[in-house]
């Protein structure tokens, strides 16, 4: 009896921090967030992405196929209720040289598609994440009317969860007031070019 009594005493405390174990992981990964390169603090010359004279210009890169990158759609869709007509926003997703349109077309595709106001673009093979040197998906970066960079990083408060956040604090009042809040907020998501080269 007491020997039954110490294996489930002991299976409990073995159960406990597996559990406990996994819990920690999975919210250190929801947690850390991207590693940024410098970023062009000026529109670059070699984009072929087009700016809309006089407004200022957002851009998000997405890997079609991450899903930590649906919260940063709906926060998109958010940023774009308060600013639709301040703001050319973009959104690029990365297709892969050897992937067909339909691998882009996924339902993270459809989400972008229905944001008002919102373009958007292939980025054939990643030439547009590279020119900007975006390699997380749901990085986000705002340029003002003269192309100068203004804002980037993430617009989700962790990865793959939606809700208030710092970064769409700051490009709303951008848009709506003129000031930057905050220049620069960690980002979460996939990386875009080791998924591109895996896919």
Not at 41 to 55: M, S
Request: aromatic share 8%; net charge positive; proline share 6%.
């Amino acid at each position: 009896m007491k020997r039954n009594k110490h294996a489930v005493i002991i299976v409990f405390i073995v159960w406990a921090l597996i559990v406990g174990l996994g819990w920690a992981l999975l919210s250190h990964y929801e947690n850390v967030p991207g590693q940024s390169q410098p970023l062009p603090e000026h529109w670059p010359l070699a984009t072929k992405v087009r700016r809309t004279p006089g407004l200022p210009t957002l851009l998000m890169f997405v890997h079609p196929h991450c899903p930590c990158s649906r919260a940063s759609a709906g926060e998109l869709s958010l940023i774009m209720a308060h600013s639709q007509k301040k703001v050319r926003a973009q959104v690029l997703f990365l297709r892969p040289e050897t992937l067909s349109e339909q691998w882009v077309k996924t339902d993270l595709w459809d989400s972008a598609m229905r944001i008002p106001g919102v373009e958007v673009v292939m980025d054939d093979q990643g030439k547009e994440a590279r020119i900007f040197h975006a390699n997380v998906s749901g990085q986000v970066m705002l340029y003002d009317a003269r192309g100068n960079l203004v804002f980037s990083g993430g617009i989700t408060p962790s990865r793959g969860h939606q809700g208030d956040n710092d970064g769409r604090d700051a490009i709303v009042s951008f848009l709506t007031k003129g000031i930057i809040l905050h220049k620069q907020t960690p980002f979460f998501g996939c990386l875009l070019f080791s998924s591109l080269q895996q896919s």
